[in-house]
């Protein structure tokens, strides 16, 4: 068997699992697609191309650091300026590209879109779909529950909520989520970044055995740990894949004072990530050009990162290096 089709065997079996039986693993410790995934930028060359090939080196690198899955085309894969070609490109290549489950983006605010790209996601190999709460015409609760009930019976795939109202100007209420997870058979997870850990406690205090939270924002992910969240899908990410693999590791061994501190050693990172001067995914996309992975700038109206942004990200990465040093001198451990 060559690697094309031990990769195609792996991204099946990820497929199958996730969606095949999948509340019975309301017992299980590990996570539906893993603990630490990325929320993988998208790479453009410099003429502000699609660069597939930089987008399956990029991927590949997130797996061999800490990475256990992907998700692309999301807020911070640039999806609203992409096309439907260029995003379905970029679908197949990440997927065929890694063995890692790869959750694509599908969600938009039109839900016939939404369910055309859910089919043909769902036709490349993805391991789940990432549905996004409508954005700008800000619809009522029954339009957000109907929109995410529209994607999940295009596919059979598992579909990630994605609650972000800061940038979708609506929160969908506890009381929709739990609808949609006791209702929809493959509603099955959240991607949390509403910045509510209260109501993330009930939301998981309440959700039927299986369905998941993912903390949506690195700042949140060890305030949700506490609340019965699984993993983080993450930007910083991109280069604190090990660290978070630690964090977690630490934290299931109940070393409450060591998760602690591998989340201090990430904060500088966290705040790093996006800022209203260079908001995500600048600093991302000038990180790995440090860490020499040349994604390109990002395409307006995000636009180039601001000069100061690529020495804050040496600083950075600097800073965490040490840290890293640092947490291995006092520990003794890795």
């Keep these: 068997m060559g690697l094309e089709d031990s990769q195609v065997d792996a991204r099946q079996e990820h497929t199958i699992a996730g969606h095949i039986g999948g509340r019975e693993r309301k017992d299980r410790r590990m996570a539906r697609f893993g603990k630490v995934l990325t929320a993988m930028v998208t790479p453009f060359d410099a003429n502000g191309v699609l660069d ?48 890692i489950p790869v959750i694509t ?39 957000i529950d109907g929109h995410i009930r529209a ?21 969908i209420t506890t009381n929709t989520l739990l609808g949609l997870a006791r209702e929809v058979t493959n509603v099955l997870a959240l991607k949390d970044a509403a910045g509510n850990p209260g109501e993330t406690a009930s939301l998981i205090a309440h959700a039927p055995g299986g369905f998941e939270v993912y903390s949506g924002d690195d700042v949140m992910t060890l305030p949700l740990l506490a609340t019965g969240a699984v993993g ?26 060591g998760a602690r501190a591998v989340n201090a050693r990430m904060l500088e990172s966290f705040a790093f990530e996006t800022g209203d001067d260079a908001p995500n995914p600048l600093p ?28 804050r990200a040496r600083v950075v990465y600097a800073n965490l290096t040490q840290a890293r040093i640092a947490f291995l001198e006092f520990r003794g451990v890795d």
């Design 105 to 143: 983006g599908t969600g938009t605010n039109d839900t016939a879109h939404s369910v055309h790209l859910t089919k043909e996601a769902t036709a490349l190999g993805a391991a789940g779909v990432l549905a996004v709460c409508p954005y700008y015409n800000r619809p009522s609760q029954a339009g």
């Design 151 to 171: 994607m999940a019976a295009a596919t059979e795939l598992p579909v990630v909520v994605y609650d972000i109202p800061v940038r979708t100007g609506r929160k």
């Design 284 to 311: 991302t996309k000038a990180m790995l050009r440090h860490l020499g992975i040349d994604v390109g700038d990002a395409r307006l109206p995000m636009g180039p990162a601001p000069d100061w942004v690529h020495e």
């Design 52 to 99: 597939l090939d930089k987008a399956a080196t990029l991927a590949r690198y997130l797996q061999a650091h800490g990475n256990d899955g992907l998700v692309i085309a999301g807020t911070t894969g640039e999806a609203p300026v992409l096309s439907d070609d260029e995003r379905l490109s970029l679908f197949e290549a990440v997927i065929n590209a890694v063995t």
């Design 232 to 257: 983080v899908i993450g930007v910083a990410t991109h280069w604190t894949g090990d660290d978070h693999q630690k964090l977690f590791a630490l934290w299931e061994k109940n070393d409450i004072a």
